[in-house]
Each structure stands twice: as C-alpha cells, then as structure tokens.
T-cell receptor, first 115, second 114 residues
Framework: AQSVTQPDIHITVSEGASLELRCNYS??????LFWYVQSPGQGLQLLLK??????LVQGIKGFEAEFKRSQSSFNLRKPSVHWSDAAEYFC?????????????FGGGTRLMVKP | DAGITQSPRHKVTETGTPVTLRCHQT?????MYWYRQDPGHGLRLIHY???????DKGEVSDGYSVSRSKTEDFLLTLESATSSQTSVYFC?????????????FGSGTRLTVV
C-alpha cells in the first residue's frame, strides 16, 4: 500500500521569500503524484500533478514540483511567496492500476506568511 | 466546473445517534468518494462509489456505511455516532475520464459528536 509523509507540520516564511514544502512517498512503482491546497473553510484545490515525463511539473499560482525517484520525493516550490499563499498544503499519491483511483494523502503542511 | 454540494455544512449531534451526510453532484460522474479530515492525518478515505449501488470500503470505513441509489447522490451514514467521528467530512468526485483525471472536492461538512 502507498503512503505519503509531509515532514513539516507548520512552516512560516516571509512574503517574497522562496518556499519549499517537502513530500516523501512510499510506493513500489512510479506513482501518480499530486499537490492540493486548502484555504480555511474550503475544499481542496489541485495545484499540480505528475503522471509521467518531465520530472519538473508546473502548476497554478506559480507553483512547481519536482519528482525525484531516487529520493521518493515530490517537493513543492515557489520562488516568491505571496500573503495569499497562506493555506494548508497536501501531497497525495495515487497507485497505478488502482481500480478505484483512490488518493492517499499526507498529513498536510500549514503555511503561514509573515508580512 | 462540476457542481458538488455537501449538506449539511455543520452539524452537532449526540453520541449514539445516527447521522447522514449528503453529497450531491449536478453531473453524471461515475466515481464519488467520502474522506474525513483530521489534524495531522490529512484526508483519509472512508468509502467510495464507482456507480449506482456499487460501493467499496476505504481505509477508515469502520462505523460508516454509504449508499448510492442514484448517480447524483452519495450518502454517508454514521450508524451510531461516537466522539471519535468528530471530524470534517469531504466528498469528492472524479470528473476526468483518464486515471486520476480531475478530482473536485466539496466544501466539507463539519460534524461534532458530543
């Protein structure tokens, strides 16, 4: 069974600083990988996803993520954080050949942005 | 955008009472999911459905049942609510046709069991 670990529960960065949120997954083959963002009181919104091909994936809102097979990681990055990026971020993995296409989520990282 | 509505948005109930949460979609998407969200655990799958009357268990299905009598509605029932079921519940639908194509999440139902 697959699993996802997000080692950082909380991260605080200053507005304009760069951001990297860590995600490590456990799965026997190349997984499908996702990053979602959740604003307070809202559902989850997809930022980006990796299925195959180029290991550097571009998403919405200026985010990108890099799949590193050797490190079983899929870290999310943004070069310059905006105050509106404050939210909770979830990494998720999907197993290939999973009939139900269920996603397994990490515990989340809450991002706070200092002015 | 796929329309997905969860009801109620908030509910407080007493231990031992049955509770039903509703997820309604306005399009004919086949796959629907119920997740619960708890601090430190992210979202965990409770049950999912792959068609009318076709459902299966997820990671944390104990104490929950589901029903899907028509395509647009996916109901989650807590047969006898316990305090450990206090959580935020999210419904999701898979809107894409390819594997993992396009998940849309509802706005959640905050359930408190007292």
């Amino acid at each position: 069974a697959q699993s996802v670990t997000q080692p950082d529960i909380h991260i605080t960065v200053s507005e304009g600083a760069s951001l990297e949120l860590r995600c490590n997954y456990s799965y026997g083959a190349t997984p499908y990988l996702f990053w979602y963002v959740q604003s307070p009181g809202q559902g989850l919104q997809l930022l980006l996803k990796y299925f195959s091909g180029d290991t550097l994936v571009q998403g919405i809102k200026g985010f990108e993520a890099e799949f590193k097979r050797s490190q079983s990681s899929f870290n999310l990055r943004k070069p310059s954080v905006h105050w509106s990026d404050a939210a909770e971020y979830f990494c998720a993995v999907g197993a290939r050949n999973n009939a139900g296409n269920m996603l397994t989520f990490g515990g989340g990282t809450r991002l706070m942005v200092k002015p | 955008d796929a329309g997905i509505t969860q009801s109620p948005r908030h509910k407080v109930t007493e231990t031992g009472t049955p509770v039903t949460l509703r997820c309604h979609q306005t399009e004919n998407h086949r796959y629907m999911y119920w997740y619960r969200q708890d601090p430190g655990h992210g979202l965990r799958l409770i049950h999912y459905s792959y068609g009318v009357k076709d459902t299966d268990k997820g990671e944390v299905s104990d104490g929950y049942s589901v029903s899907r009598s028509k395509t647009e509605d996916f109901l989650l029932t807590l047969e006898s609510a316990t305090s450990s079921q206090t959580s935020v519940y999210f419904c999701a639908i898979r809107t894409g046709t390819a594997d993992y194509g396009g998940y849309t999440f509802g706005s959640g139902t905050r359930l408190t069991v007292v």
